[in-house]
């Protein structure tokens, strides 16, 4: 049986052929999907070359592109994109320009 080595030290990200920390999560939990979507069609009684080829053609797709999302944003890459589209493109101040301007008298008892 062929040992692979996983992770490569201390304080270094978890590497498996390439694919580093969360693209692996992405791979494994696609991989899973399809097989499950896979299963489910089968027991259905959707045609075993039809489920066979949906199942080649998924499974292809996902290692195609979860390698292309490693190569193209990195190990911390994607991470920034999704939060990047969390960050408001620009701040909308609605209040009147002597408001922002005038001291608040506070009210103490």
Do not use: D
Not at 55 to 74: D, E, P, R
């Amino acid at each position: 049986m062929a040992e692979f080595s996983i992770n490569k030290g201390i304080g270094k990200p978890a590497e498996f052929k390439g694919l580093k920390s969360q693209y692996l999560f992405i791979f494994a939990g696609g991989l899973l999907s399809v097989f499950i979507v896979f299963v489910i069609t089968y027991l259905i009684g959707i045609n075993q070359w039809i489920c066979i080829g949906f199942g080649i053609v998924a499974a292809s797709v996902l290692v195609w592109l979860t390698f292309m999302l490693n190569a193209k944003y990195g190990e911390h890459g994607l991470m920034k994109v999704m939060a990047l589209k969390n960050h408001p493109r620009y701040i909308i101040n609605r209040m009147a320009y002597k408001r922002l301007f005038t001291q608040i008298k506070s009210t103490q008892v």
